[in-house]
């Protein structure tokens, strides 16, 4: 009943810029942490950036400076901004949201998007 979907990828030149974005739709109470992953060909899926409700973030080591993650509550929405694009950026990036969906027992529950993919050609 709930969906993520991600949209913005593409293929761009080093040093570039792109920005992603997810939405969710479907029934759900509300949504606490949005954040985006990304998985390189024979790489682990590791974290990029996520935020609170709140707007508190978080960034992984290698982006910091370079990535900005936002998001729009009204829109049900969050958002990375890549700038200075560097070619071992390159993977999938998923769309992660933890959603309350009922006030029953625990209620909350990780979604992912379908992935985006995301290639800096050097």
């Known amino acids: 009943q709930v969906q993520l979907v991600e949209s913005g990828g593409g293929l761009v030149q080093a040093g570039g810029s792109l920005r992603l974005s997810c939405a969710a739709s479907?029934?759900?109470?509300?949504?606490?942490?949005m954040g985006w992953y990304r998985q390189a060909p024979g790489k682990q899926r590791e974290l990029v950036a996520d935020?609170?409700?709140?707007?508190?973030?978080n960034y992984a080591n290698s982006v910091k400076g370079r990535f900005t993650i936002s998001r729009d509550n009204a829109k049900n929405t969050v958002y990375l901004q890549m700038n200075n694009l560097k070619p071992e950026d390159t993977a999938v990036y998923y769309c992660?949201?933890?959603?309350?969906?009922?006030?029953?027992?625990?209620?909350?529950?990780?979604?992912w998007g379908q992935g985006t993919q995301v290639t800096v050609s050097s």
């Open positions: 479907g029934r759900f109470l509300s949504i606490n942490v």
């Open positions: 992660n949201a933890n959603i309350r969906t009922s006030f029953i027992g625990v209620g909350t529950y990780d979604y």
């Open positions: 935020i609170t409700s709140g707007g508190r973030t």
